[in-house]
């Protein structure tokens, strides 16, 4: 009888229960929505920050002090220490593979450049060995890293050399100071090369020369170095734990430190990974990138607040007006001789069902809706996990129960023959 | 149709044009007064919804200001540099900061290689480490130099030149400088491989001027490019150029936090647009008996819309106020929770939110009178 009740009220009523639906349906499709995108919106952010450039530097363990101003390297770093290109691929075989968006490795080398026509006519630079985007392969993965993911901001007139060439790139202050153009081929300490392009940078760069790391090898004599090694990764601000140093670190406190994305961690991988290396943050990157993702964060997480309450008041203000409406069924039922329970039962079971079935309808738009701003905003997926079903739900169904409570109280107290004959 | 005397016509043509002010007031009033219940849910609805969207428009329109000031963090986003590695101006500084005029800061580099007692060369940098404190947030340092002859020396540098905290000689074009180590500094870039010491003492040394000026400018992105031309007119000699990572990352960053807050904005303010017209339309269609009644006893449709519309407009002014000062400060708490900073009230707001507020009341009343004003008032008094 209960079960026909409901039924029936969902068969002859399609009107109304269509419209409270609708407002239980719209209400979750916005909730959905913006916990997905509240959820996310810090692993979108970090990649978006990676514009700022690498946010962890590798290099050797005994290296010698730099001595540069400016990116002019006074001193010939050819006693220092270096890595091995080889090592380069297993960045990617950290337990945080996943995050590092790329990287770009670097061999600064002192050369001499013949200028024609000025009398004995030879400039010393500084020329920057590196990827342009390399295909590395690490196990059966491959893919593509170098400066020109990391260092994103970097622009070329004329053409990005092939890393496989001896072609390079000329810093755009260096070049007015050079009589050559895109496409002359120069002598470089004993190399000839073709310039492809001029590298316009804002800083260092733009009075440097810019080549393939195997070419940079190749004029220092020692194949296979690498003087240091930018990452880009994506990271979890730090926090306490974070700072924490890791030997002082035990059993599950360790595992949770070298589980977490903090760069500390990632830098403490990469220094596993490669032998003989450091690796750092780069402060200035590292630690302004979780300031501002804590604060965008905490924003979405605040509007989100705001979203649910606003979905919360659209479904209990639907659910009241609906169940108004039917004060002449609540005095026709008790009339009849319901009792308060049967026909609050009733009331609640229909505003389950109801939550339930708008829950679903709603969860299913706001995955396409918490998609499609991904796609328009970030030109990337936002996934909603599955996990977030069952909690969507149940937050539906209370706020349904809650929002309809008072309407569902008001409505039982009545006495039926006021309630027949209309007047409240 | 019912018969209708010329009389009642007369008088009904009279009510629908004269203003009868007072009882049309003591109306609006006493239907208010006399449906607490409902008419505080409807407002409650409205207050609600004008809130939520008064501190989302509120946010939105403030949050790019309060990011710009976490990108300044990042340092410097305009370097002066000299040309062709010479000194600029003495006056360079302060013509920098002049023009600044409080809306950022400044830091001044002078750069020479020295080289220590073991023969090691390092960088040496003269600074004003007070204006670097500011500039350069992230810097880890143990401690800054207060005192003259003090330095301040990289984690890299400390390890070849001072391994044990102790004083140490530099040596610059066959003159030599006795300094003590302050602290270090560690930074992860170039600053690690580096010694720092004050400004006077630097130029007391070497008699080398800075070459540099760091500025870390705030503003938009325009007010960004005119103060670059600005630099640029009042130091001819040097060169002005645009930290491009800085600031390109920082207009990325913005632009897509922007879009994010938009789509959520849109999506919160329409929300509560709805509750209120589902909230509204269900109110006024729960009186349609009075409707019918007023109808019956001679009001024309002209009236009876222009009452339930100057009902709900007046509901939508009251709940869009109350609204506004609500949202007003759940912004402001918004601010002080997050960006641990005051979010100013934007009176170009509440102009906003208002009409749109009447507008939707509006929209809620008119749908369902005209559905009521095709039924005839004999139907709806028997309750059918």
Known sequence: ?424 | MRPVSPFAQKLSASRATGPHSSMFLRMLVRAAVLRRGRAAAALFAMVVAAAVATAVLNLYADVQAKLRGEFRNYGANIIVASKDGASLPADALARVESLLNGRGIAAPFALVVARASSGQPVVVAGTDFERVRQLDHWWSVTNWPAASHQALIGMRARSAISPQQQPFDLTFSGRTINLTPAGTVQTGAAEDNRIYISLPDFTAWTGILPSTIEVAASGTPEEIATTMRELTQALPSAEVRPVRQIVEGEARVLGKTRATLFAASALIVLTAALCVLSTLMGWVFDRRKDFAMMKALGASGRLLSGFFAAEAASLGAVGSLIGYVVGIGLAAWIGRVNFHASIAPRFSVLPVVMVASIAVTLLAAIIPISLLRRVQPAVILRGE
């Open chain 1, 1 to 424: 009888m209960f079960a026909r009740l409901v039924y029936e009220s969902f068969r002859r009523q399609k009107r109304r229960k269509l419209l409270a639906g609708a407002a239980i349906t719209l209400g979750v499709t916005v909730a959905t929505a913006m916990i997905a995108v509240a959820t996310d919106i810090g692993d979108k952010i970090s990649r978006e920050l990676r514009t700022i450039g690498a946010n962890l530097v590798v290099t050797p363990q005994d290296e010698a002090l730099d001595v540069n101003i400016g990116g002019v390297h006074l001193q010939p770093p050819s006693d220092s220490a270096y890595l091995s290109e080889a090592d380069l691929p297993k960045i990617k075989g950290i337990f945080w593979h996943n995050n590092i968006t790329a990287f770009a490795p670097m061999l600064p080398v002192n050369v001499t450049v013949d200028i024609p026509g000025s009398s004995g006519g030879k400039k010393e630079v500084t020329l920057l060995g590196t990827y342009f985007a390399k295909q590395v392969s690490y196990g059966k993965q491959g893919f593509v890293t170098g400066v020109r993911k990391t260092h994103s901001w970097w622009r070329v007139s004329g053409a990005w050399p092939a890393d496989h060439s001896s072609d390079l790139l000329i810093g755009e202050r260096l070049a007015r100071t050079l009589p050559y153009k895109v496409g002359d081929e120069i002598a470089l300490s004993g190399h000839s090369v073709k310039i492809a392009g001029i590298l316009s940078t804002g800083s260092a760069e733009d009075d440097q020369i810019v080549a393939p790391l195997a070419l940079a090898q190749a004029i220092l004599g020692k194949p296979g170095a690498v003087r240091r090694i930018y990452v880009s990764a994506i990271t979890k601000p730090e926090d306490a734990l974070a700072r924490r140093d890791p030997r002082s670190l035990t059993g599950p406190m360790y595992d949770r430190w070298y589980c977490s994305p903090y760069p500390q961690s990632i830098a403490y991988q990469l220094q596993e990974a490669i032998p003989h290396s450091h690796a750092e943050q780069i402060r200035q990157v590292a630690q302004n990138e979780g300031a501002v993702l804590t604060k965008i964060e905490g924003l979405f997480f605040l509007v989100t607040l705001a979203a649910l309450l606003a979905s919360a008041l659209a479904v209990s203000a639907a659910m009241a007006t609906a169940i108004f409406e039917r004060r002449g069924e609540v005095g026709l039922m008790k009339a009849l001789g319901a009792g308060k329970m049967a026909v609050a039962s009733i009331f609640f079971a229909e505003a389950t069902l109801l939550a339930l079935i708008g829950g679903v309808a709603g969860f299913a738009a706001g995955s396409v809706l918490a998609r499609q701003i991904g796609r328009t905003i970030f030109d990337s997926q936002i996934s909603v996990q599955p996990v977030l079903l069952p909690v969507v739900l149940v937050i539906a169904v209370l706020v349904t129960i809650l929002g309809s409570a008072t309407s569902i109280r008001g409505a039982v107290s009545l006495d039926p023959v006021y309630a027949l004959r209309g007047e409240l």
